[in-house]
């Protein structure tokens, strides 16, 4: 069902490996901030560095939801994880089926993989299907392209005009080769309902905090560009206020 609302578009700070990096980013206006425990990412959080920057961050008055990033990894490991920090969500960067999806006991935010050697007119009903069957389920989407060998992470883009045709129907967070420079142009022309970004906010390979602010204030700045007030998917019970 679609509803006028006035709103502003979400921003998620992914991949954030230390606490002044994520009080940095809640600092500049994130609204979720992502904590990955890939084993196999170049980005995973040790146990006692997540644990700090979760006590850290729940110091806050005004606290992001805080988002734990798995991949094909055990249910009662995710469970675990996700418990012992308390976290908000729980994101899902692999294979995991609806049913694993349904099981974990959090509100969900499941990434959907664009497959761009398949063509669109192949793609977008498979697509379709995959993000309507999630949304449904009252899941959270996120969109990011898909590269052999890695989950996510990886600051490569897709063809945005997939995104936009999804957009038009569903909340979905779009992920993938952000930055500061094109992500008011993202705002712009696919309208998601949060844009999700990594490597696009680093400095040789690290958080840099001038780019969080400059990356949020271009999604503030295009928010206003087009008017705030705006027909809207609804995000349905996982979405944040």
């Not at 110091?59 to 094909?72: I, K, N, S, T, Y």
């Amino acid at each position: 069902m679609l509803l006028g609302c006035l709103y502003m578009t979400k921003v998620k700070i992914c991949g954030l490996q230390d606490l002044p990096d994520a009080l940095a980013a809640a600092k500049a206006g994130a609204d979720f901030l992502g904590l990955v425990f890939v084993p196999t990412a170049p980005r995973r959080l040790a146990p006692e560095k997540a644990r700090e920057i979760v006590r850290g961050v729940r110091e806050r008055r005004q606290c992001p939801r805080l988002v734990g990033l798995f991949a094909d990894q055990p249910l009662d490991e995710v469970r675990g994880i996700a418990r012992e920090l308390a976290l908000d969500y729980v994101q899902l960067c692999g294979s995991e089926g609806l049913r694993y999806c349904l099981e974990v006991g959090l509100p969900v935010m499941k990434t959907i993989h664009v497959d761009e050697d398949i063509s669109q007119g192949a793609i977008l009903p498979v697509l379709m299907a995959n993000v309507d069957r999630h949304h449904r389920a009252g899941h959270l989407l996120v969109l990011e392209k898909r590269v052999p060998g890695a989950y996510g992470g990886t600051g490569q883009a897709f063809d945005w005009s997939i995104a936009r045709w999804l957009a038009r129907s569903y909340p979905i967070s779009l992920a993938g080769g952000l930055t500061p420079e094109n992500v008011a142009r993202a705002v712009r022309e696919v309208a998601p309902w949060c844009v999700d970004v990594s490597s696009g906010v680093e400095t040789d390979g690290h958080k840099d905090s001038a780019r969080i602010r400059a990356f949020v204030e271009a999604v503030r700045a295009a928010d206003r560009g087009r008017g705030r007030l705006s027909r809207r998917p609804d995000a349905r019970r996982g979405a944040a206020p």
